[in-house]
Nanobody, 126 residues
Framework: VQLVEPGGDLVQPGGSLRLSCTAS????????MGWFRQAPGKEREGVSC????????YYANSVKGRFTASRDNAKNTLYLQMNSLQPEDTAIYYC????????????????????WGQGTQVTVSS
């Protein structure tokens, strides 16, 4: 299984950025997918989870209303649209494939994901 994430960047506060994550070696349409992030000196935290049909999506309170997760199962690709970015959003962002097709209430627990991308750096600074 390989999850590849290009697209990290330096963005000014208030700006936008879209991350992508392309999967290979797994049945992408059969997996719920998550986004996590880890800031320096902090634990990895769940950002979002989207189920296999995009019919339900979970978000961390800190990003709700600003970030939108989506997926294109035909392209084996997961996206994270990030708007109104703030310096506290600075982190390494990881995509992850979840065991099963649904996110569930435990979506933010890293242990429920069995494959991870390499991470991409997002820096929000003026």
């Amino acid at each position: 299984v390989q999850l590849v994430e290009p697209g990290g960047d330096l963005v000014q506060p208030g700006g936008s950025l879209r991350l992508s994550c392309t999967a290979s070696g797994l049945t992408f349409g059969g997996s719920a997918m998550g986004w996590f992030r880890q800031a320096p000196g902090k634990e990895r935290e769940g950002v979002s989870c989207i189920n296999w049909r995009s019919s339900n999506t979970y978000y961390a309170n800190s990003v709700k209303g600003r970030f939108t997760a989506s997926r294109d199962n035909a392209k084996n690709t997961l996206y994270l649209q990030m708007n109104s970015l703030q310096p506290e959003d600075t982190a390494i962002y990881y995509c992850a494939a979840r065991l099963g097709v649904y996110c569930s209430e435990s979506w933010s627990l890293a242990g429920a994901y069995n494959a991870w991308g390499q991470g991409t750096q997002v820096t929000v600074s003026s």
